[in-house]
């Protein structure tokens, strides 16, 4: 008899269906104990010993694994292979053998990088011993956690009421998103202006260029400043001619992206799908357990936390001969590539995120998966193939245009994907790519040579205005910490959801906003503890951990380190005055807290609303921050923290409505006043002023005329989240200018618009409408990105096949899947496909009796239902004539 342990019901199924009767699989639900949630559980002062329990919901588990361990002969721990599973396997040989429970049974530790009935076959016939250094990372990991927790959060609380608690990486992530937000609040736009000419070759062919000398001195981004400037520029390009001065030529290859890591798949998964952290590790823990496929259930994933980037040969060889046989030689590079991982972690002894079987493609697999489930596996399907293709390969061209004198000098630039190579198949997204591809698009130039003389055709000067930092998304965020070294990939999902869990940051239009108690968190921490949120220090533990788990340095050494600067730097938070609290707070916080009005100073905004000379402060109470008045108790003004959330508008946006109607610019084209204004819909831009209808006029019957009603302006709403600040004469122009034309659909030779409708931004192929979501922008979108959603859009819609025609009638029947799942249709009349039936397996016959049941059923109910109505109306006539007022007193005789 043999037992195996793993972490979950699904796996043990998926397992005990290779092993056979000889095993028995038991699944611990993770971990089957945790440190003591109790101050003391960590002891510095006894060599960092160590509390657990066992929790309620695993003392069942532990029971049950100890009953079934009794009569075996061999306990084989099949935990993930990563830190994290060693550590569950450590723990449940710790729990097991309490009191001698595992004299007699031979303890063995098996991993697998995949649930395949190969991969766990041969990992059962090479098992090794648990491994110490692996653990002691986990143990190290979980102290260092502890300590921060439980010694920093009580300082937390009691000098920063309202606060939740402080956790080890969560702080400096929390850090991150806090001084984003700094940077955007600090921001202020600066406008420039570019100069774009329009020319023809001698051959008439059009092309553009930009100005990128002026007076023979290059000019950077901002030396246009303003509109005088661009018009001296315009001035002088008018007045000269130009000649091809240079033709710059040369091939780019673009390498493929390397296959999924875990925070790779989670940031493109954000991209391309809109999947958050933890949906996505979800999708991918469901791919990596298994899925029945024709009655065998099998891993469609290797395993989805790695640091990795290797392949197997296996898979590379595999993934060959799928290119070859899909694409053709010309998408086969001459070798195999090699991918190896830069990063320092003990988790990269297994590989990259691929799939188990590549011949296994997503539209064989679509009947089988979850729409999410589906375009995950497609997602890391469609990676693991592209890293092994070759190189695309692009024509650059640069052409410098000069003038006689060398004064003014305009470049066009060209580039043409000559061999498409691996973007056959798939196309990396970019963070805050504005066209969403991060591909760019085809830009032809026309053919020139050197010396030819093109005629300049026009000039047109075009004002930009800086933009702030975007703020992170879940995509961006991971990166950033990535980078960083902060944290491990397998954390981030927990780490974000934890932040939003204790209020300190929210999602808004799937990007982090701080709340004012994360901020202040910050603030304190930032202030008081300045080592513990730096960046540098967090990433150096993270690299003494993994050198830990490598055995180069001994974990207890590394508490040792830290526990001595961090119980000091503790002490001396705890002699900090709430007067010091405030001050910093105060200091750090007052631009965001008491933003100035547009003309107004910072004094200004901080001026008390009631006594009109008393000073806003930050102040701390016991029920946490808030505002109030220097000139307390005399005046006792106070407000509560915080800015308005969700849609309503921050402060600054508030001053900025507060102006409106607010002059922009004017239209180029027609001459015309450009206006930001705000209706009883929220806010617009509008192109002129509404005419002022004449006075009316009387005919001589003495009845007025009937009048024309004026029309209005040209108008267009602001789209959902975009805030008055953002607005410029561009933008304004760009929304009026809506719907606008993105491009022709490659595939079907149809224009894809994009605007703005009674529901929101939207695409539009045809007949075909895709809401803009996300980061998509109505004004930005490009046709890669455009050209995406249609067909997602499209093979999300319900497919329905016909099974032939109804005996009755002749009309069609036909099979489909719509939300309520699997379904036979006859004219309006649809009924549900009974479990045990599919849509590949469903008959005519069965569909007409499906049918027909449905239609009886339908015409019972509204029989029943007349039936009632009539009786209920009968009932209502014989009571009518002689009813009766109840009598007051009988109503209260008892």
């Given at each position: 008899m043999n037992v195996v342990i793993v972490e979950s019901p699904a796996k043990a199924k998926t397992i005990n269906k290779y092993l056979g009767g000889d095993y028995t699989v038991l699944a611990s639900f993770g971990h089957v104990r945790d440190l003591l949630a109790k101050d003391g559980a960590v002891d510095p002062d006894n060599d960092f010993a160590m509390v657990w329990e066992i929790g309620p919901?695993?003392?069942?588990?532990?029971?049950?694994?100890?009953?079934?361990?009794?009569?075996?002969?061999?306990?084989?721990?099949?935990?993930?292979?990563?830190?994290?599973?060693?550590?569950?396997?450590?723990?449940?040989?710790?729990?097991?053998?309490?009191?001698?429970?595992?004299?007699?049974?031979?303890?063995?530790?098996?991993?697998?990088?995949?649930?395949?009935?190969?991969?766990?076959?041969?990992?059962?016939?090479?098992?090794?011993?648990?491994?110490?250094?692996?653990?002691?990372?986990?143990?190290?990991?979980?102290?260092?956690?502890?300590?921060?927790?439980?010694?920093?959060?009580?300082?937390?609380?009691?000098?920063?009421?309202?606060?939740?608690?402080?956790?080890?990486?969560?702080?400096?992530?929390?850090?991150?998103?806090?001084e984003r937000e700094a940077e955007i609040e600090a921001f202020r736009p600066q406008e420039y202006w570019t100069v774009d000419a329009g020319f023809t070759t001698p051959a008439g062919e059009a092309f553009a260029a930009r100005l990128t000398h002026l007076d023979g001195r290059k000019l950077d981004r901002m030396e246009l400043g303003d509109e005088a400037a661009a018009a001296a520029a315009v001035a002088a390009i008018r007045e000269r001619d130009y000649r091809v001065a240079t033709i710059d030529a040369k091939k780019v290859r673009r390498n493929p992206p390397a296959p999924f890591t875990t925070s790779t798949l989670q940031q493109e998964a954000s991209r391309k799908l809109r999947l958050g952290t933890s949906r996505t590790m979800q999708l991918a823990q469901r791919l990596y357990e298994g899925v029945t496929i024709n009655g065998e259930t099998v891993g469609l994933i290797t395993y989805m936390r790695t640091d990795s980037v290797a392949l197997s040969q296996e898979a590379i060889q595999a993934s060959r001969r799928l290119i070859e046989n899909d694409f053709g030689s010309r998408y086969l590079p001459d070798q195999p590539r090699i991918y190896k991982t830069k990063a320092k972690n003990a988790q990269e002894a297994h590989e990259a995120i691929r799939p188990t079987d590549l011949f296994r493609r997503p539209d064989q697999l679509r009947h089988a998966l979850d729409p999410d489930q589906f375009q995950l596996y497609e997602l890391i399907w469609k990676r693991t193939v592209a890293a092994e293709m070759e190189s695309a390969v692009l024509d650059q061209v640069a052409v410098d245009l000069t003038s006689p004198d060398q004064a003014v000098t305009l470049r066009a630039n060209g580039s043409v994907v000559a061999f498409d190579g691996f973007l056959k198949l798939y196309r990396e997204d970019r963070d805050d790519d504005t066209n969403g591809s991060g591909d760019g698009g085809d830009r032809h130039l026309p053919p020139m040579k050197e010396g030819e003389h093109p005629a300049l055709v026009e000039v047109t000067p075009e004002q930009h205005f800086t933009q702030p930092p975007p703020r992170f998304t879940e995509a961006s965020l991971v990166k950033k910490l990535e980078e960083l070294g902060i944290g491990r990939p397998s954390t981030y999902a927990s780490i974000l959801r934890l932040l939003q869990d204790r209020e300190y940051v929210r999602l808004d239009k799937r990007r982090f906003v701080p709340d004012d108690k994360g901020r202040l968190v910050t603030a304190f921490l930032s202030s008081f503890f300045p080592r513990y949120v730096e960046y540098d220090f967090t990433a150096d533990m993270e690299e003494k951990l993994d050198d830990i788990s490598g055995g180069r340095i001994d974990w207890?050494?590394?508490?040792?380190?830290?526990?001595?600067?961090?119980?000091?730097?503790?002490?001396?938070?705890?002699?900090?005055?709430?007067?010091?609290?405030?001050?910093?707070?105060?200091?750090?916080?007052?631009?965001?807290?008491?933003?100035?009005?547009?003309?107004?100073?910072?004094d200004a905004a901080r001026r008390c609303p009631r006594c009109a000379d008393g000073r806003l402060n930050i102040k701390v109470g016991r029920f946490g921050a808030f505002i109030g008045c220097s000139n307390y108790p005399e005046c006792q003004y106070t407000r509560q923290l915080g800015l308005e959330t969700g849609d309503a508008e921050t402060a600054a946006e508030a001053s900025e409505s507060a102006d409106l109607p607010r002059t922009l610019g004017i239209d180029p084209v027609t001459g015309k006043e450009v206006s930001l204004r705000k209706g009883p819909y929220g806010l617009y831009v509008q192109l002129g002023e509404e005419e002022v209808p004449p006075a009316e006029a009387v005919n001589g019957d003495g009845k007025k005329k009937t009048k024309k009603k004026a029309p209005k302006p040209p108008r267009a709403s602001l789209p959902r989240g975009m805030p008055a600040t953002d607005i410029d004469l561009e933008k304004a122009l760009a929304l009026l200018a809506l719907p606008r034309e993105i491009g022709i659909n490659p595939n079907s030779g149809e224009v894809i618009t994009a605007g703005i409708g009674r529901y929101g931004p939207y695409v539009r192929h045809g007949?075909?409408?895709?809401?803009?979501?996300?980061?998509?922008?109505?004004?930005?979108?490009?046709?890669?990105?455009?050209?995406?959603?249609?067909?997602?859009?499209?093979?999300?819609?319900?497919?329905?096949?016909?099974?032939?025609?109804?005996?009755?009638?002749?009309?069609?029947?036909?099979?489909?899947?719509?939300?309520?799942?699997?379904?036979?249709?006859?004219?309006?009349?649809?009924?549900?496909?009974?479990?045990?039936?599919?849509?590949?397996?469903?008959?005519?016959?069965?569909?007409?009796?499906?049918?027909e049941a449905k239609r009886a059923r339908a015409a019972n109910g509204k029989n029943g239902k007349e039936k009632k109505a009539t009786a209920g109306k009968k009932k209502s006539a014989q009571k009518a004539p002689g009813r009766k007022k109840a009598s007051p007193s009988k109503a209260t005789i008892s």
């Amino acid at each position: 008899m043999n037992v195996v342990i793993v972490e979950s019901p699904a796996k043990a199924k998926t397992i005990n269906k290779y092993l056979g009767g000889d095993y028995t699989v038991l699944a611990s639900f993770g971990h089957v104990r945790d440190l003591l949630a109790k101050d003391g559980a960590v002891d510095p002062d006894n060599d960092f010993a160590m509390v657990w329990e066992i929790g309620p919901r695993s003392k069942k588990q532990i029971a049950e694994i100890r009953k079934a361990v009794k009569s075996a002969d061999t306990l084989y721990l099949a935990t993930d292979p990563d830190r994290e599973g060693e550590a569950i396997s450590w723990h449940v040989l710790e729990v097991l053998g309490e009191k001698g429970g595992l004299d007699d049974v031979d303890v063995k530790r098996v991993v697998f990088n995949e649930i395949t009935k190969r991969a766990v076959l041969d990992a059962m016939a090479h098992p090794r011993a648990i491994d110490k250094e692996l653990v002691n990372a986990y143990l190290a990991r979980r102290a260092l956690d502890y300590l921060v927790g439980f010694t920093l959060s009580p300082v937390l609380w009691r000098k920063l009421p309202g606060a939740r608690s402080a956790g080890r990486v969560q702080s400096v992530a929390l850090r991150l998103i806090c001084e984003r937000e700094a940077e955007i609040e600090a921001f202020r736009p600066q406008e420039y202006w570019t100069v774009d000419a329009g020319f023809t070759t001698p051959a008439g062919e059009a092309f553009a260029a930009r100005l990128t000398h002026l007076d023979g001195r290059k000019l950077d981004r901002m030396e246009l400043g303003d509109e005088a400037a661009a018009a001296a520029a315009v001035a002088a390009i008018r007045e000269r001619d130009y000649r091809v001065a240079t033709i710059d030529a040369k091939k780019v290859r673009r390498n493929p992206p390397a296959p999924f890591t875990t925070s790779t798949l989670q940031q493109e998964a954000s991209r391309k799908l809109r999947l958050g952290t933890s949906r996505t590790m979800q999708l991918a823990q469901r791919l990596y357990e298994g899925v029945t496929i024709n009655g065998e259930t099998v891993g469609l994933i290797t395993y989805m936390r790695t640091d990795s980037v290797a392949l197997s040969q296996e898979a590379i060889q595999a993934s060959r001969r799928l290119i070859e046989n899909d694409f053709g030689s010309r998408y086969l590079p001459d070798q195999p590539r090699i991918y190896k991982t830069k990063a320092k972690n003990a988790q990269e002894a297994h590989e990259a995120i691929r799939p188990t079987d590549l011949f296994r493609r997503p539209d064989q697999l679509r009947h089988a998966l979850d729409p999410d489930q589906f375009q995950l596996y497609e997602l890391i399907w469609k990676r693991t193939v592209a890293a092994e293709m070759e190189s695309a390969v692009l024509d650059q061209v640069a052409v410098d245009l000069t003038s006689p004198d060398q004064a003014v000098t305009l470049r066009a630039n060209g580039s043409v994907v000559a061999f498409d190579g691996f973007l056959k198949l798939y196309r990396e997204d970019r963070d805050d790519d504005t066209n969403g591809s991060g591909d760019g698009g085809d830009r032809h130039l026309p053919p020139m040579k050197e010396g030819e003389h093109p005629a300049l055709v026009e000039v047109t000067p075009e004002q930009h205005f800086t933009q702030p930092p975007p703020r992170f998304t879940e995509a961006s965020l991971v990166k950033k910490l990535e980078e960083l070294g902060i944290g491990r990939p397998s954390t981030y999902a927990s780490i974000l959801r934890l932040l939003q869990d204790r209020e300190y940051v929210r999602l808004d239009k799937r990007r982090f906003v701080p709340d004012d108690k994360g901020r202040l968190v910050t603030a304190f921490l930032s202030s008081f503890f300045p080592r513990y949120v730096e960046y540098d220090f967090t990433a150096d533990m993270e690299e003494k951990l993994d050198d830990i788990s490598g055995g180069r340095i001994d974990w207890k050494a590394v508490l040792n380190d830290f526990w001595r600067d961090f119980s000091r730097a503790v002490d001396g938070a705890k002699e900090v005055t709430f007067s010091q609290v405030i001050d910093v707070l105060d200091e750090t916080l007052g631009p965001h807290f008491f933003p100035p009005k547009i003309g107004e100073d910072a004094d200004a905004a901080r001026r008390c609303p009631r006594c009109a000379d008393g000073r806003l402060n930050i102040k701390v109470g016991r029920f946490g921050a808030f505002i109030g008045c220097s000139n307390y108790p005399e005046c006792q003004y106070t407000r509560q923290l915080g800015l308005e959330t969700g849609d309503a508008e921050t402060a600054a946006e508030a001053s900025e409505s507060a102006d409106l109607p607010r002059t922009l610019g004017i239209d180029p084209v027609t001459g015309k006043e450009v206006s930001l204004r705000k209706g009883p819909y929220g806010l617009y831009v509008q192109l002129g002023e509404e005419e002022v209808p004449p006075a009316e006029a009387v005919n001589g019957d003495g009845k007025k005329k009937t009048k024309k009603k004026a029309p209005k302006p040209p108008r267009a709403s602001l789209p959902r989240g975009m805030p008055a600040t953002d607005i410029d004469l561009e933008k304004a122009l760009a929304l009026l200018a809506l719907p606008r034309e993105i491009g022709i659909n490659p595939n079907s030779g149809e224009v894809i618009t994009a605007g703005i409708g009674r529901y929101g931004p939207y695409v539009r192929h045809g007949s075909t409408y895709v809401s803009l979501k996300g980061d998509d922008d109505v004004l930005t979108i490009g046709l890669n990105r455009a050209v995406e959603l249609i067909e997602t859009a499209a093979e999300r819609k319900p497919s329905a096949t016909e099974l032939g025609a109804h005996p009755k009638d002749g009309k069609p029947i036909t099979v489909g899947k719509g939300r309520f799942g699997p379904y036979v249709k006859h004219e309006k009349t649809f009924a549900s496909l009974p479990k045990g039936v599919t849509m590949d397996s469903v008959t005519l016959e069965q569909a007409v009796e499906l049918i027909e049941a449905k239609r009886a059923r339908a015409a019972n109910g509204k029989n029943g239902k007349e039936k009632k109505a009539t009786a209920g109306k009968k009932k209502s006539a014989q009571k009518a004539p002689g009813r009766k007022k109840a009598s007051p007193s009988k109503a209260t005789i008892s």
